[in-house]
């Protein structure tokens, strides 16, 4: 098993470095045009698509660049730098559920074939592969098991970046090519969906890849557009008193840029974040109370009530939404809300608008959100 590893390790080694002569940064191709997406830049050439991550912690620097290159095809003699990734993907390892989801809508499914944090994956593709050994689990995505990760030999791990992240440890001394999915990080709702071209192109599923962005922003726009024509525009509060903090969602994040896009003012709109901001739940009470709709998202075996709500935290009745019964919850432990809206954030407008403009669009089933009765 020893001999085994080490001889792996070492051909990963020769490969990565393989591809000739590099010739900087300048490929000489053509851009490809991304529309709503700011930390993803993509130049396509005959012979390879060069792919950079702007580093969403750092817009000085680059978070990551790579070179996708065909597998029937010859490396170049002349290559830009950056880390060279055969494409299509055939043996990736998956750390995300959200990643999961996508890759089996593309198509791609049979390619993943090793995951992390299986607890908080649904697909039953993936849990029966993991069940019948035809997908490895590899443990807890925070500290994955190197040994099991090495034996499956992945051509490629799609991994979540986090802020001062490094070169993750082992995992960057595997020679592996980390795909840094940093979609999380986009901030307008369509910019997030537009990765879905990126990771397309290295599941060899570009045609699909694009019709699904393609649909997705037909969709979000004309919403949008609707939405835009309301007469009115409610005031809106998100999530609740948890523990000790009340997560506040900022202006510039995908929640406050749905809110407004679905035709309501956001109550916190003066917190000018991209991301949660922490409250003391009586700091967020004094203005989250005068709300005309409260949506929440709680995780529980059976529907949240009014009742339980109230039970909660005492200052929970005293919302103008509770009192008006305009509380809308979203019971994560029954839907795939975190799996499944990331990249078709066009349904999740849908929800807000039938919630905030009642009546005034096109009937629809609520996948996600329900009044709280």
């Known amino acids: 098993m020893y001999k085994t590893i080490t001889l792996f390790l070492y051909v990963c080694l020769l490969v ?5 002569g590099k010739s900087g940064t300048d490929t ?3 851009p490809m045009d991304m529309k709503y997406a700011e930390l993803l830049v993509m130049r396509e050439t005959d012979d390879f698509v060069q792919v950079e991550i702007r580093n969403p912690w750092d817009s000085t620097s680059l978070l990551h660049r790579y070179i996708l290159v065909p597998s029937g095809k010859e490396l170049p003699k002349q290559l830009p730098e950056g880390e060279i990734v055969r494409t299509p993907l055939r043996n990736a390892a998956v750390y995300t559920s959200v990643h999961c989801g996508l890759i089996d809508e593309l198509g791609a499914a049979d390619a993943i074939k090793g995951v992390c944090d299986l607890q908080y994956i649904y697909l039953p593709k993936i849990r029966q592969g993991v069940q019948n050994g035809t997908i490895a689990d590899l443990g807890n995505s925070m500290t994955p098991n190197i040994e099991k990760l090495m034996m499956m030999r992945p051509d490629a791990m799609f991994i979540s970046p986090f802020e001062n992240s490094g070169s993750y440890g082992k995992l960057g001394k595997l020679h592996i090519p980390i795909i840094e999915c940093a979609d999380y990080m986009e901030t307008n709702p369509l910019g997030r969906a537009e990765w879905i071209r990126f990771y397309g192109l290295l599941l060899g599923k570009r ?3 694009d019709s699904i962005f393609s649909a997705v922003e037909k969709s979000y726009n004309g919403m949008k557009a609707h939405a835009a024509r309301q007469k009115t525009r409610p ?5 609740m008193k948890i523990g000790g903090t009340w997560y ?3 202006n510039k994040s995908t929640v406050g840029i749905l809110i407004s896009d679905a035709g309501g003012d956001y109550i916190f709109s003066d917190v000018a974040s991209a991301g949660a901001v922490p409250y003391s739940p009586e700091q967020a009470f004094i203005k989250a109370q005068e709300a005309d709709f409260w949506l929440i998202k709680y995780n529980q075996a059976t529907d ?3 009742e339980e709500l109230a ?8 919302m103008e939404a509770y009192k008006r019964g305009n509380v809308f919850g979203c019971n ?3 839907t795939g809300f975190y799996e499944e809206t990331p990249f078709h954030p066009d349904v999740l407008l849908m929800e807000y608008i039938n919630i905030l403009h009642p009546g005034t669009q096109e009937e629809h089933t609520m996948k996600y959100y329900n009044r709280i009765k």
Do not use: F, I, P, Q
């Open 311 to 318: 039970e909660a935290w005492a200052s929970n009745k005293y």
């Open 235 to 239: 005031t809106v509060v998100t999530e």
């Open 16 to 20: 990565s470095c393989a591809g000739g």
């Open 28 to 30: 000489g191709g053509l």
């Open 332 to 334: 994560l432990a029954k």
């Open 207 to 209: 045609h699909e890849a």
């Open 248 to 250: 506040v969602a900022g």
């Open 304 to 306: 949240m009530t009014m």
